[in-house]
């Protein structure tokens, strides 16, 4: 302790704490504070707009978890999670794994794949938006063609978050693809070649080799894109609102509503660190699933 | 060679700041949320002002469309830098009046004598409480709009638009049409908004009042929209779309403009750029009635935000111009909304106008039975979940009562 203490007198140390002030000024005034700020207006019924605020205790917490609504985001969120995850993560890999081989255009493939990830989330949902309108929509008119009678994609309850998820698989795609690419490059080629002359097949090394050495990249792409789903806000926001009839109501497009069209400032904390608490317990228990002894 | 460069930026500042000093203009910030051509008409409005007071420049700026511009204005409140004016939607001024935002009419004129010349109907808009917090700008109804060449083609009358809602499903019927014979419907009788989102809520709450029903009880203190009418009034909507299938829950974008829906509830804002998008024999109706005969009004009215006293005088110059006769003339004129002022309605120019325009007629005649919403706090939150609810019943196709009923037990938590 008294050590480390003495380091931070060392001239190199000054300097560069001292360079790193501004920044955490605006850290700490934009997001440290905010954060702790957001705990303490939990427990209080307090309008965006109202001068005055009143101490309820838990009140805002226990009146969210008997919500109808509220529960009714908990419940898509994870539904929409369930859904986005696993495929998402099984194509992404698949799609590495194929990149990963010499073929033509690679370049071009792997930039096509990467382009939704970088695309506003915004522009991306009005163009599928318009995809799946359902009278002369894209999607529907080529449905329509091998007499299919595609459905209200985004109107029928019972279809509206299958879209979303579909949406959101093909946007972040490219993202975890990436991230198993840099994965399976570190894999050294030796290991496979001594497989093969031990007579190992490829689907044999896909599962003795590749998955077992990519574990931790595996694990990471799971958390990020669960920590992700949880967060699922943008497509909601621009293709949806919620609808119809709260079957695409997630807890932070609740949050959301909560904040700025009712303006109940402290009750949306109140779910924001019940999310928080959510994504904070997944995560403990992915982390303990994903470690590797090395 | 940099220093002397930062002196004559800095001096030309300075003297530039002095000019400005010096000429005394106020400059107000003024937001608004119009689209399209009413846009266009409004803010050349604004540059006609500018141009008439060199000692107030009016600076406008288009803040998006309704919910974007209302978010807005509300984090602006809080954050206690709100703009000098604002375009506001009839349900803001009542939160805004809560925080101490807004400076009520009285203290630039005697509202008594001020508003003498004004509709009860647009007065009642911007009432809260008994007083009047804003400046009515514009007054709209809920209007049918029909499409007179799809009437013929189905051999109904175009002359004769539905008057009731047992006419309209039987016209509805007729007009819902599968063209191509592709075994899928391709036009459809009527539509309206039935999403939540996208503000379904305000065409309900006409068909809950046509049907006899309230959002809220005779004094205020509860929602009362579970009733015998309110469920009838949603059983209808979900006949129309399920039952008689003339009401599609996924209509074509623009579907009336192309001529895929044969009436469309719209509002009288809407009529002058309808009119002139569509080719084809386009008609207005009043909308059809149930028990009561009733159409709902919608409006906007501008707001004066606390300020320095020198910037309020200003704005409310600006205001006061704004709606003043011969603006609410040009703008009732241009646009298809309801003049507010009675020396316009009675105007010799507004009567040639009607004359021109024969369906603005109907608008006219509608407003002698039109319906403000109640202006109270907790209206945007009560009218948020009825909206919601109504939105449920109806896609997921289930009996309203049970809806209705937990919606008015959450609607309640918002009024004290």
């Known amino acids: ?294 | 060679m940099l220093k002397k460069v930062l002196t004559l930026v800095l001096i030309s500042t300075l003297v530039l700041g002095m000019v400005s000093v010096a000429s005394a203009q106020v400059k107000i910030d003024y937001w608004h949320y119009l689209s399209g051509v009413n846009a266009e008409i409004h803010e050349a409005k604004v540059a006609e002002f500018n141009e008439l007071h060199p000692d107030i420049h009016v600076e406008v700026l288009y803040t998006g469309n309704q919910f974007a511009t209302r978010d807005k204005l509300m984090t602006s409140v809080a954050g206690g830098q709100p703009p000098h004016v604002a375009l506001m939607d009839q349900f803001w001024p009542p939160l805004m009046v809560s925080t101490g935002a807004l400076v009520p009419i009285r203290e630039f004129v005697d509202p008594e004598v001020y508003f003498a010349d004004y509709n009860q109907i647009s007065l009642d808009t911007v009432t809260i409480d008994g007083e009047q917090w804003t400046m009515p700008f514009s007054m709209s109804n809920q209007i049918l709009f029909y499409n007179k060449d799809m009437f013929r083609e189905v051999g109904l009358d175009p002359e004769k638009p539905p008057a009731t809602w047992d006419e309209l499903v039987e016209y509805g019927l007729k007009l819902t049409r599968d063209v191509d014979g592709d075994g899928k419907t391709d036009e459809w009788g009527i539509n309206f908004t039935t999403r939540a989102n996208v503000g379904a809520v305000y065409g309900f709450i006409t068909f809950l009042w046509q049907a006899g029903g309230q959002i809220y009880n005779d004094d205020f203190t509860a929602a009362a929209f579970n009733n015998e009418a309110a469920v009838e009034a949603v059983n209808f909507w979900i006949d129309l779309a399920h039952k008689h299938k003339i009401l599609t829950l996924s209509p074509p974008q623009e579907g009336f403009e192309v001529g895929r829906i044969a009436m469309q509830v719209s509002s009288t804002s809407s009529i002058a750029q309808t009119a002139a998008k569509v080719d084809f024999d386009f008609g207005v109706a009043p909308l059809p009635a149930h028990k009561e005969k009733v159409t709902g009004v919608g409006g906007s009215s501008m707001g004066i935000f606390r300020t320095t006293p020198e910037q309020e005088a200003a704005a409310w110059t600006f205001v006061e111009w704004m709606a003043n006769e011969q603006n609410n003339l040009e703008w009732s004129m241009a646009t298809g909304y309801t003049p507010l002022r009675k020396s316009v309605l009675n105007s010799p120019e507004y009567a040639q106008y009607l004359e021109e325009n024969p369906y603005i007629q109907v608008v006219i005649e509608q407003a002698e039975y039109a319906r403000a919403r109640p202006n109270l706090v907790s209206y945007a939150d009560v009218s948020r979940v009825l909206g919601i609810a109504v939105e449920e019943a109806l896609f997921a196709n289930i009996d309203p009562q049970q809806t209705l009923d937990n919606a008015v037990l959450e609607a309640n938590g918002y009024i004290w």
Request: charged fraction near 10%; charge should be positive.
């Open chain 1, 1 to 294: 302790m008294v050590r480390k203490w003495k380091r931070l007198g060392h001239e190199q140390t000054k300097t560069a704490l001292l360079a790193l002030l501004p920044s955490f000024v605006v850290f700490s005034v934009f997001t440290i504070y905010p954060i702790f700020h957001s705990l303490y207006l939990s427990f209080f019924n307090v309008s965006l707009v109202a001068t005055t605020k009143r101490y309820v205790g838990f009140g805002n917490y226990t009146t969210l978890l008997n919500n109808p609504t509220f529960r009714r985001a908990i419940t898509n969120t994870l539904h929409y999670t369930m859904g986005v995850v696993p495929v998402g993560i099984f194509l992404a890999l698949v799609i590495a794994v194929l990149l990963n081989n010499r073929l033509r255009f690679l370049g071009f493939f792997r930039s096509a794949f990467f382009t939704p990830v970088i695309t506003s989330m915004v522009a991306v949902s009005l163009v599928w938006t318009w995809m799946l309108e359902p009278n002369y929509g894209l999607i529907n008119s080529l449905l329509s063609k091998i007499g299919i009678t595609g459905p209200g994609w985004l109107t029928d309850p019972k279809w509206a978050m299958t879209s979303v998820i579909i949406l959101s698989i093909w946007k972040n795609l490219g993202y975890n693809m990436v991230i198993f690419l840099a994965g399976l490059q570190d894999i050294p080629a030796e290991v496979y070649e001594s497989a093969q002359i031990d007579g190992a097949t490829s689907i044999q090394s896909f599962f003795r080799i590749t998955i077992p050495m990519i574990k931790p990249t595996l694990g990471f792409a799971t958390i990020m894109s669960i920590m992700g789903s949880m967060k699922v806000f943008g497509q909601i926001y621009v293709m949806t609102g919620g609808g119809p009839a709260n079957s695409t109501m997630v807890v932070v497009y609740y949050l959301y509503q909560q904040a700025f069209e009712f303006y109940r400032t402290g009750y949306a904390s109140a779910v924001a660190w019940i999310l928080f608490a959510v994504i904070l317990v997944f995560t403990i228990i992915q982390m303990r699933f994903f470690r590797t002894d090395y």
